[in-house]
């Protein structure tokens, strides 16, 4: 996850400055290597080596980072729907890929799971050659335009002016919470199922479960926010993750499927439904110039809240001999991230769609 973060501002720049057929070959290429190295591994330090920095280089470089770039110089009006639908595609390929993956490693090891992984990756790299890039990376007619209309009047930002911005570091830390929130939880879900009595095929089973759930609340969260807003869909989001830390946290007790059914209705739903939040509203407050760039340091917060929770709820295991320490840091989280959407003006009631007055100003001047 820190290795995730770390590349993510990385990945937008080499995206803004070299184009999306660059970023997104190098990105595959990267990490079909890794999986190909992986394959060979013999210690430890050979996985963090391969799949944990160099699949995370890879996955910054053709994950939402760039997609959500593309994705926003299509669409304006249904821009949240769409970034909701194309999030909501991680969660199907989780889907797809884990049972595929097992079966794999059940038939022929991990070794070669990872070697047709690697082989897989650098095929779709070779395929993706022959993608309209050009035409891709247009854009619509009416974005055309008003990038026209932006140019034109010189606003045109770069990292060094957006984090001079409010706004810039609201988001930055509406990720790094929210992954704190996310990441305390998941990492331990089955571990903490198995410890309630559960089988470990069935808390397999209910982890699988919940990401499949996430595809759908983050869609239908994407439209409601076109509907009701951001904030309101951020305040029902993250009080459904809060109340489904309790149902969580109450399995230990009463060990039913209601109760877990409960969990994976209300966290469930909600994994993932702040992202497609965050990425257009630092499209909107950041359009024109170094966008991807900008929006990649942002996830610079969500790596390292995603290191910092998954690490975390470990420790608090270690040191309480319990899991619910680690359901209250998540909450712990989601509560930080929510009061960010809720006092600073830019992410709540009367959003601006364009940049902050101070700083186009600047950026006219310029």
């Not at 097992?102 to 779709?124: K, M, N, P, T």
């Not at 959407?341 to 992410?347: K, R, Y």
Request: overall charge positive; proline content about 3%.
């Amino acid at each position: 996850m820190i290795a995730l973060g770390v590349m993510s501002p990385i990945a937008g720049t080499i995206f803004d400055r070299l184009g999306a057929r660059l970023c997104y070959s190098i990105g595959l290429l990267v990490m079909g290597s890794a999986y190909l190295i992986a394959s060979q591994a013999s210690a430890l330090w050979h996985l963090y080596f391969s799949t944990g920095l160099g699949g995370a280089i890879g996955v910054a470089m053709v994950g939402m980072l760039p997609a959500s770039s593309l994705v926003s110089r299509w669409f304006h009006k249904k821009l949240t729907t769409a970034l909701g639908v194309i999030s909501a595609s991680l969660g199907t390929g989780l889907i797809v890929f884990s049972p595929l993956i097992q079966w794999l490693i059940d038939h022929f090891g991990w070794r070669v799971s990872f070697q047709l992984l690697g082989a897989l990756l650098l095929a779709i790299m070779l395929g993706i050659q022959f993608l309209p890039w050009l035409n891709m990376t247009r854009g619509s007619p009416e974005n055309i335009a008003t990038h026209a209309e932006r140019t034109m009047q010189g606003v045109r930002w770069t990292l060094r002016q957006a984090t001079g911005t409010l706004v810039f570091w609201a988001l930055f830390w509406v990720m790094f919470f929210t992954s704190v929130s996310t990441y305390a939880v998941t990492v331990q879900l089955v571990a903490y199922l198995v410890h309630c009595g559960l089988s470990p095929i069935q808390a397999a089973t209910i982890y699988g479960v919940a990401g499949m759930a996430s595809i759908a609340g983050i869609i239908v969260s994407s439209i409601l926010a076109e509907k009701m807003g951001e904030l309101r869909v951020a305040i029902i989001s993250y009080g459904l993750s809060i109340a489904g830390l309790v149902a969580l946290a109450l399995v230990s007790q009463t060990p039913s499927i209601a109760v877990i059914a409960v969990f994976i209705l209300l966290f469930g739903t909600m994994q993932g439904s702040r992202g497609p939040l965050v990425a257009v509203l630092s499209t909107r407050n950041f359009a024109g110039g170094r966008q991807t760039g900008i929006y990649g340091s942002v996830l610079l917060g969500m790596g390292l809240g995603g290191a910092l929770g998954s690490w975390g709820s470990g420790y608090l295991y270690d040191l309480t001999g319990g899991y619910l320490a680690s359901f209250v840091f998540s909450a712990f989280g989601a509560v930080c991230g929510l009061l960010i959407f809720v006092t600073v003006p830019a992410l709540g009631g009367g959003l601006k769609r364009k940049p902050l007055p101070s700083m186009a100003h600047t950026n006219k001047g310029q």
